[in-house]
């Protein structure tokens, strides 16, 4: 059994949010993959995408019902990071709580570490 902690943790409202994207997808799906890219004016997005397999060095995290791939150039950007789901009046979308953020532009498109 591994005891190491989940490269990633998924809440409630994130794991439905995905199963729901999964299931109207249309095909079958491996999961999900999250990765980083340069982006905004503080350096770095979060990236999602369907993952119709898994490859070798993706981070797999299965929580809650649910397969979460991080793309193996994220993983160090991501680690300890909680990925929500949250609906407004004006936006929804996913969320990421992640502790190795050092900033966040002001409309939180992006992040640097």
């Known amino acids: ?47 999602l995408e369907f993952a119709d397999e898994k490859n070798d060095f993706d981070e797999i995290v299965e929580d809650k019902g649910v397969t979460i791939m991080i793309d193996p150039k994220a993983t160090l950007f991501i680690l300890g990071t909680e990925m929500d789901y949250v609906e407004d009046t004006l936006e929804s979308g996913f969320v990421f709580s992640n502790p190795n953020e050092k900033g966040r532009c002001g409309c939180g498109e992006s992040f640097h570490v």
């Open 1 to 47: 059994m591994n005891d190491r902690p989940l490269a990633l943790s998924v809440t409630d409202a994130a794991a439905e949010r995905v199963k729901a994207l999964l299931a109207s997808r249309g095909k079958p799906s491996a999961g999900v993959r999250i990765g980083v890219r340069s982006k905004g004016c503080s350096g770095l997005s979060y990236t």
